[in-house]
């Protein structure tokens, strides 16, 4: 979803309070004006919600890098509001460039700053609990 969708996906969650909701890009908020990322207000909005749960794909780990972004910036603050248990990691192969593997370390050096637990639950734990049938 886009932060557009933001005030429909209050009614939903309004409507469906234990339901867990997975938002996928990280809402595809803007990033690029860096800390304290004020056109991301609307991703940050979400985090008092304990049914909300991201998915981090490699397209938010390269938007990353770009504008007066930085890794630690952004998603340490993804990380601080929402927890690591709360955001599963997601290639979106094949649509993005690189292989599989490269997608997976390009993300683990992004993600490095973080305690190991932390990337842990972020490139497993999260989507296990998420989604048992994986286990």
Known sequence: MLPQGLRKLETLMDKFPKIRIVID?????????GPPYT?????????????????????TVRECSKGASIFESFLGRVIEEFG???VAWG???????GTLLEMVKE???????????EVENILANTALDLYPALK
């Not at 890009?25 to 004006?33: A, F, G, K, Y």
């Not at 993300?107 to 637990?117: D, M, T, V």
């Open 107 to 117: 993300s683990e050096k992004a993600l490095s700053f973080l305690k190991p637990h």
């Open 84 to 86: 690591s248990n709360r």
């Open 25 to 33: 890009h990280l809402m595809s908020v803007p990033i690029s004006d």
């Open 39 to 59: 056109h991301s207000a609307p991703l940050f909005s979400l985090a008092k919600a304990p049914n909300v749960y991201l998915k981090l794909s490699i397209i």
């Open 91 to 97: 290639s979106n192969f094949p649509a993005s460039d």
